[in-house]
Nanobody, 124 residues
Framework: QVQLVESGGGLVQAGGCLRL?????????????MGWFRQAPGKEREFVAAINWSGDNTRYADSVKGRFTISRDNAKNTVYLQMNSLEPEDTAVYYC?????????????????WGQGTQVTVSS
């Protein structure tokens, strides 16, 4: 069992940046693929980024490629999402998720554990 707690969300102006963190409990964190998803009001949850257990394989949604960076620190049981050049369209609740598999899938159904989410609001 893995418990995930996101932090770092908030209100930022367009063009600004935020770094989200996701702290995980459990001794097996380093073996999980980790992902970030987001859900805007009235929209379905969508994939943002994923990183494999070692950090050497990442995947991004086209909408965030070049602006967002996912990383992890297995010693701290934490995964990060650095978000730069934020746009109003990035406004959403951001969720951290853990997958017991080894591939960086973008489909939410592959992920086994989910955090409660953190709100990111980008003003224009």
């Amino acid at each position: 069992q893995v418990q995930l707690v996101e932090s770092g969300g908030g209100l930022v102006q367009a063009g600004g940046c935020l770094r989200l963190s996701c702290a995980a409990s459990g001794r097996t964190f380093s073996s999980y693929t980790m992902g970030w998803f987001r859900q805007a009001p009235g929209k379905e949850r969508e994939f943002v980024a994923a990183i494999n257990w070692s950090g050497d394989n990442t995947r991004y949604a086209d909408s965030v490629k070049g602006r967002f960076t996912i990383s992890r620190d297995n010693a701290k049981n934490t995964v990060y999402l650095q978000m730069n050049s934020l746009e109003p369209e990035d406004t959403a609740v951001y969720y951290c998720a853990a997958d017991r598999g080894t591939r960086t899938y973008s489909g939410s159904s592959y992920y086994d554990y989910w955090g409660q989410g953190t709100q990111v609001t980008v003003s224009s």
